[in-house]
DNA sequence: TCTGGGGTCCTAGGACCC
DNA sequence: TCTGGGGTCCTAGGACCC
């Protein structure tokens, strides 16, 4: 059997752990920019506060109902997901542990008999909660797929399941597929959902009658394949070895406002840069190929929002490396080559692939080979940027005016990772 | 006026090889 | 006039996830 937990509207509650004065108010979180709301207590929800909306949308709203805005602070939301994580770990071992996303996790609990499962998936749940402060639900079933259905089925019947189900039968597990909507499934998003409605598919028990030729050709060839089977209950996803390394790395965002000339691009794709250099480096490994885009602003809006095209470019380096000043060069020269005068721009981003371990570096036979010597050097920036300040030392190329940084308008302090903006109590 | 920032996997089709 | 069959690798793009 395989468990799911999951941290009930995560980002919120990472506010609430250091302001008990809002436990019981609605709360919502911003996304980067403060552009979309992207976490909600159920108190948000319940006002009708939507998901992925735009902020300034649901304004009126947030204002009437006195709910309590954050920009994201992902400095402490990182932090918090790490406590959660080595919690688990603790408790079932890390080979058992498969970190799923910031709020996810999928627990191995093939050697629990199945009379205790119950009673594991509440003491999970019971120490994470009293050992974060974060609240979590769990869901228990044979596959992954099937226990994002218990998961979710456990979440929004919080009064009778106290966060806890287990699909431990054919039965149970039918009940839970019958009250499961197609679109809730893990795995089946709007275009999916849309061509299973037009087929008189409304629930996750209708699609697992289905047979898997037809899965195969309607819903992206094995990917289909393995959806169904696991609706059924046969493993098709398995737990994934904790220790993999990242094959893309990117770090991109929105400008603070519009953004018409060319050096502030620059300095921006120089900060991004360092910033996924970093990245790399905390994985131990080194990169081969840079990627570079930019995102002008609209030209039409029309009646809905989309996102306009971004227009992108990328090197492949020589030789594989994770040193920043390696990687700044190429990427500000991209800016040269997709810049346009006289257009506004709204995003870029950079993007590092190819990526290999720093240690199995391919050589060059025309390059000195000077075996990432310069490794030292980052090492050391990445110690000092950690303990003392963000950005306390960096690459000229990044800039000083930094106009075209985001905005962040109701920022929390980052509690639990710098000394200075420690919870004090009076 | 104002709409995020990461990732993954899969498929189709083209270029190239023998 | 007539132009194979099998394979690999790469890229772009689509779909999905949180």
């Known amino acids: 059997m395989i468990a799911i937990l999951d941290c009930n509207s995560f980002y919120c509650s990472c506010e609430r752990v250091f302001r008990p004065d809002i436990a019981e108010k609605p709360v919502v979180v911003l996304s980067n920019n403060d552009g979309c709301i992207i976490a909600r207590s159920d108190e948000a929800k319940v006002i009708g506060v939507g998901m992925a909306g735009p902020y300034f949308k649901a304004r009126p709203l947030i204002e009437e109902y006195g709910v309590v805005v954050f920009s994201s602070n992902y400095n402490l939301y990182g932090d918090m997901s790490w406590r959660v994580m080595e919690t688990l770990r603790v408790m079932m071992g890390k080979e058992n542990i498969e970190v799923y996303s910031v709020d996810e996790c999928f627990i191995n609990l093939a050697h629990i008999p199945t009379t205790s499962l119950h009673e594991v998936a509440l003491s999970l749940k019971e120490t994470v909660e009293m050992w974060t402060g974060i609240k979590v639900s769990v869901g228990v079933a044979p596959t992954k797929v099937l226990s994002k259905v218990a998961n979710r089925l456990a979440k929004k019947n919080k009064v009778i399941t106290n966060c806890v189900l287990v699909l431990d039968s054919p039965r149970k597990i039918e009940q839970a597929l019958q009250k499961t909507l197609v679109e809730d499934i893990w795995g089946i998003g709007g275009q999916y959902a849309e061509k299973l409605r037009r087929e008189n598919i409304l629930t996750a028990f209708d699609l697992s009658k289905k047979d898997i030729q037809w899965c195969r050709k309607n819903l992206g060839g094995v990917v289909g ?98 040193l920043t000043n390696e990687l700044i060069k190429p990427a500000v020269s991209l800016v040269d080559k997709l810049f346009e005068a006289g257009r506004s721009y709204k995003k870029a981003g950079v993007m590092l692939s190819d990526i290999v371990l720093d240690n199995s570096i391919q050589g060059d036979l025309f390059l000195p080979n000077n075996k990432n010597e310069g490794r030292f050097l980052m090492d050391m920036i990445d110690n000092i940027n950690f303990s003392m300040r963000d950005d306390i030392l960096k690459f000229a190329a990044s800039g000083t005016n930094r106009n075209w940084k985001m905005q962040k308008n109701f920022h929390s302090p980052r509690y639990t990772t710098r000394w200075d903006e420690l919870r004090t109590i009076n």
């Open 225 to 322: 394949d393995r959806l169904l089977r696991e609706l059924r209950g046969e493993k098709s996803r398995v737990m994934e070895s904790p220790l993999t390394e990242k094959k893309i790395i990117a770090t991109t965002r929105m400008f603070g406002s519009l953004v018409t000339d060319i050096n502030s691009i620059k300095e921006a794709v120089a900060t991004y840069t360092t910033r996924a250099a970093e990245k790399l480096r905390r994985q131990y490994c080194a990169a081969k190929t840079i990627s570079v885009f930019v995102v002008p602003k609209e030209q039409d809006f029309g009646a809905h929002f989309r996102h306009g095209p971004s227009i992108g470019s990328h090197i492949k380096l020589v030789r594989a490396t994770s």
